[in-house]
Structure formats: C-alpha cells, structure tokens
C-alpha cells in the first residue's frame, strides 16, 4: 500500500489526534531536532577531552550537554568562529522549549473547527500536570514555523562548519577543529 494512502492510519491500533499535515510538521521537528544534535555531537566529540568526553557521553540531557558543548565553545575555539557558534548555541537554546513542548507533550481533545485552518484546527498540549504550565495551543502553522526555524539553525552550524573547513582546506570539520581551537 502506498504511504500516501488515506487508510494509513488504519494500520496503527492507537490513533495520535493530529491531522496528517500535523503529524508530518512533527516529524520535521524530530528530523530537524537530529539533523541538529548530530552536528552539535560532532565538534563536541572533536574538541572534547577525557573527563569532560566521558561527561558529555554519559547524560542523555540535552540541556546538560548543550551546557557541556558551550563551555567547550568558550574555552576552546578561537573568534570570530567563537561568536559565530555561540549565537548558534542561543538560537538552540531558545527553540529547545518550544522542541520539548511539542515532541514529549501530550496532546489530546477534541478537534476544535479554526477558521484558520480548514485542515484539522488547534489541538492543546495536555502535558500541564498540577500546574507545570498552561496548556499550549499547537497547530499545524506553528508546528511547521518551529520546524523551520530548527532547519535554519542547522543550516547555520553546516555553513559554520563549511566555512571552517573551506578557510583551512580541509574535508570535516573535526579536521578544521585543530586550526580554530585554542
């Protein structure tokens, strides 16, 4: 059956209530998201030593590694290559939450019609147990724009990367690394 068959869904036995526009925008967050911390793993494994390696490795918080990764970009990386992924790093940071909110949360209720968006309305996040914060509206516009954004970010670190690489004449950055790290 081709995938872009309309009885898809049926194949699953618990149904997400997300429009397919909305599952599709998920999945280019979670693409996006991984496309991010491969490269963000990358310079880190190529600048990071021992303890703070063995560090890195070992937590699966991407807040602590994002934390890790920083700190290695202060100390090791020479400017304007510093600036230029630090700016990176706030970029990361301030769409993380947004990342979080829509890949771990919940989503649940009943479609609700939107003038807006005639393909499958606003769904709420229901991940808001005893007061960790209000519901938050998601649909298929903002998924997408998050998406987006997160794709952005990533083509910076790939032209950051490329930069590096080209200005020094060598193929990966991890190879460049040695030329722009203190």
Request: with cysteine; net charge positive; hydrophobic share 40%.
């Amino acid at each position: 059956m081709a995938a872009s068959s309309p009885n898809i869904r049926h194949d699953f036995c618990v149904q997400p209530m997300l429009t397919d526009r909305q599952l599709w925008a998920l999945g280019m967050i979670v693409h996006q998201w991984s496309l991010l911390e491969q490269i963000m793993d990358q310079t880190a494994k190529a600048m990071l030593r021992d303890e703070a390696l063995a560090e890195y490795d070992g937590t699966n918080s991407f807040k602590k590694r994002r934390r890790i990764w920083v700190a290695c970009l202060k100390t090791k990386i020479k400017n304007p290559y510093r600036d230029e992924y630090l700016l990176i790093s706030k970029r990361i940071a301030s769409l993380q939450q947004q990342r979080d909110d829509h890949v771990h949360g919940l989503f649940g209720g009943i479609r609700e019609p939107h003038k807006e968006n005639r393909h499958g309305g606003i769904l709420r996040n229901i991940s808001n147990v005893k007061g960790i914060g209000p519901a938050k509206k998601i649909d298929y516009a903002s998924m997408r724009k998050l998406a987006i954004a997160i794709s952005e970010v990533v083509f910076s670190m790939l032209m950051a990367e490329k930069s590096v690489s080209e200005k020094f004449d060598v193929p990966r950055l991890c190879d460049a690394l040695q030329f722009i790290s203190e």
